[in-house]
């Protein structure tokens, strides 16, 4: 079973910063793709940024490019969410999620489809004030 606890959130002003992680520790089975969701109220959950296994490979959707970095530290079983020059916009729950069968760039649904991940946390709020 796969569990994913996310931790970082919290309250910042415009143009603040915060670091999201996410403990995927209780798990072994390979995590071909791992990705960063968030949810507004009343809206519908949004693909952040998503990134391969290897590192190498990262994906963001085109309202956080240059100000939010994804990555990981396989050997902490650990994934990272640097988000920099925050905006209200930003507001909302924050997850993350697994995908252990394909990579961000392959299998049939996008990376940005929360419906290809099976595996999620519980979430961390963020709120961004102006």
């Known amino acids: 079973q796969v569990q994913l606890l996310e931790s970082g959130g919290g309250s910042v002003q415009a143009g603040g910063s915060l670091r999201l992680s996410c403990d995927a520790s209780r798990y072994t089975r390979n995590r071909y793709c791992m990705g960063w969701f968030r949810q507004a109220a009343g809206k519908e959950r949004e693909g952040v940024a998503a990134i391969n296994r290897d590192s190498d490979t990262t994906f963001y959707v085109d309202s956080v490019k240059g100000r939010f970095t994804i990555s990981q530290d396989n050997a902490e079983n650990t994934l990272y969410l640097q988000m920099n020059s925050l905006k209200p916009e930003d507001t909302g729950m924050y997850y993350c999620?697994?995908?252990?069968?394909?990579?961000?760039?392959?299998?049939?649904?996008?990376?940005?489809?929360?419906?290809?991940?099976?595996?999620w946390g519980q979430g961390t709020q963020v709120t961004v004030s102006s």
């Open positions: 999620a697994a995908d252990l069968l394909f990579y961000c760039n392959a299998g049939v649904k996008g990376w940005w489809n929360p419906s290809r991940f099976p595996h």
